[in-house]
T-cell receptor, first 116, second 115 residues
C-alpha cells in the first residue's frame, strides 16, 4: 500500500474554467476527506465521505464545488467557474472505520491549484 | 465550532536540543481527540502523535511527547534531541469523538532546526 495519492499534483487554470481533482485513498479505508489549505493556514475541512455517502459538507463548499465518491473508492472534487480565490492546496485524507482508534487521518500530497 | 490556536508562528531549536510547541483549543465537549501533524516543505502531512481526551497519561512516540492539560485545554508537543529532519510546519488538530468527523486545525508553527 503506497498511501493516499492525488492527481494532478499541480493545476494552473484560467478564471472561469472548470477543474477536477482525483484522490485515491488507502485501499482499505472507507472514510475520505477533502480539505483546502491556503498559504500560512492550516487545512480547512470541505467534505467527508463514508463509503460512497457524502455525510458532511462545510459551509466553505459553495455550489461551485462538488465532490463524488461513486463506488466508495476514489473520489473526485470538481470546481466549476473557478475564481482566483480558489487558488489553494487541496488535500485529501482517508481513515478506516474498521481499525481500532480509527480517527487518524492519513493525508495525500495535495493538488496545488493556481487560478490566473 | 471548535477553535485551535497555535500562538507561535515560528520556532527554532539547535540540533540535539529540546523544543516545545504550544497549542490551545476551545471546546465544550468532554470526549475528543487531539493530534500533532508534521508537514515538511513541499511534502505531505504526516501524523506525529495523537492523544485521546479520556486518557490522563500523556502520549509519547520516541522523541515526541505531549503535555495534555485537559482543564486548561492545552496540548503542547515536546521534541527531544531535535534532528535536522524535524524541520517542518507543525499543525495541532482537534476532532470530536461524538459529533461529526471533521478535524479542526490550528494555523501551524514553522520549526527551524539549526545545525
Amino acid at each position: 500500500d503506497t498511501g493516499v495519492s492525488q492527481d494532478p499534483r499541480h493545476k494552473i487554470t484560467k478564471r472561469g474554467q472548470n477543474v477536477t481533482f482525483r484522490c485515491d485513498p488507502i485501499s482499505e479505508h472507507n472514510r475520505l476527506y477533502w480539505y483546502r489549505q491556503t498559504l500560512g493556514q492550516g487545512p480547512e475541512f470541505l467534505t467527508y465521505f463514508q463509503n460512497e455517502a457524502q455525510l458532511e459538507k462545510s459551509r466553505l463548499l459553495s455550489d461551485r464545488f462538488s465532490a463524488e465518491r461513486p463506488k466508495g473508492s476514489f473520489s473526485t472534487l470538481e470546481i466549476q467557474r473557478t475564481e482566483q480565490g480558489d487558488s489553494a492546496m487541496y488535500l485529501c485524507a482517508s481513515s478506516s472505520l474498521l481499525v481500532p482508534s480509527t480517527d487518524t487521518q492519513y493525508f495525500g500530497p495535495g493538488t496545488r491549484l493556481t487560478v490566473l | 465550532a471548535q477553535t485551535v490556536t497555535q500562538s507561535q508562528p515560528e520556532m527554532s531549536v539547535q540540533e540535539a536540543e529540546t523544543v516545545t510547541l504550544s497549542c490551545t483549543y476551545d471546546t465544550s465537549e468532554s470526549d475528543y481527540y487531539l493530534f500533532w501533524y508534521k508537514q515538511p516543505p513541499s511534502r505531505q502531512m504526516i501524523l506525529v502523535i495523537r492523544q485521546e481526551a479520556y486518557k490522563q497519561q500523556n502520549a509519547t512516540e520516541n522523541r515526541f511527547s505531549v503535555n495534555f492539560q485537559k482543564a486548561a485545554k492545552s496540548f503542547s508537543l515536546k521534541i527531544s534531541d531535535s534532528q535536522l529532519g524535524d524541520a517542518a510546519m507543525y499543525f495541532c488538530a482537534y476532532r470530536s469523538a461524538l459529533a461529526g468527523n471533521q478535524f479542526y486545525f490550528g494555523t501551524g508553527t514553522s520549526l527551524t532546526v539549526i545545525p
